[in-house]
């Protein structure tokens, strides 16, 4: 099965509070499609307030729908268990929040929980998982650390070495580069490039970054308001037109003549001419 996460024709939003019933929902989702297939990164851009963080919390089935469907591996998603859900995907979140008193190695292990029984006693196959995951996300000489006392980059990185020792087919990352320099970000979406091809993940990933996109998606997803503005290639979406639209404003759109990847700068609008 080469669909592993699929979106169809979904609405979703959240209530509104009860002193303001006659609200509409708060950053809903409307007619959304959208497909991510085993070995393939996704990208998903858009301004604040598109419906991003939204779709993720639909997607990982953390929040239902109003209309349409979600499927993981084949399965409605609101038909499993946390469980079963958290065997299948694993989600990397804006915000990390990390409980007082664990060290990075330990935070890390929890990743395996899905795989263990009601004692969660790691087994010699889940000691060189978490290992690995580790190494991968250059945290070994941290692993001893209390994981609250890192810097938040740092946090990002362990959250991310979590989400890789659950063994996921499908990953969902809400802004995996927010915090992190610009090394540990370019290492982290190498990292993420090399899980996806390697293990054949499914891997959906929310961003604001448009050059990095470029350089590292399989397919681009462009939102606004809630809806889905072009889905596609990089060089068929990421064009001009399809981002001013989308972020209503001017973007210079460029290719490296290295690499062959688009890049975008943003235009500063034009200053009227004041008569003399």
Known sequence: ??????????????????????????????????????????????????GKTTLVRVASGVLGVTTGDVQLLGRDVASLTRAEVARGLAVVEQQQELSMGFTVREVVAMGRAPH???????????????????????????????????SGGEQKRVAIARALVQEPKVLLLDE???????????????????????RELACLVVMHDLNVAAQFADRVVLMKDGRVVAAGKVDEVMTWKTLKETFDADLYCGVNELTGARFFLPMRAPRATQAV
């Open 116 to 150: 263990q029984g009601a004692w969660m006693r790691p087994t010699e196959s889940d000691e060189v998982i978490i290992a690995e995951a580790l190494e991968r996300c250059d945290l070994v000489s941290l692993a001893k650390r209390p994981a609250r006392a890192l």
């Open 1 to 50: 099965m080469r669909d592993r996460l699929s979106l169809r024709k979904v609405t979703a939003g959240y209530s509104p509070v009860p002193s303001s019933a006659d609200a509409p929902p708060k950053s809903q989702l409307n007619d959304v499609d959208l497909v991510v297939a085993a070995g393939e990164l996704v990208c998903v851009l858009g301004p604040n307030g598109a």
């Open 176 to 198: 995996p580069g927010a915090f992190l320099d610009v090394r540990h970000q370019l290492d982290l979406y190498e990292l993420l490039a090399s899980e996806v091809k390697g």
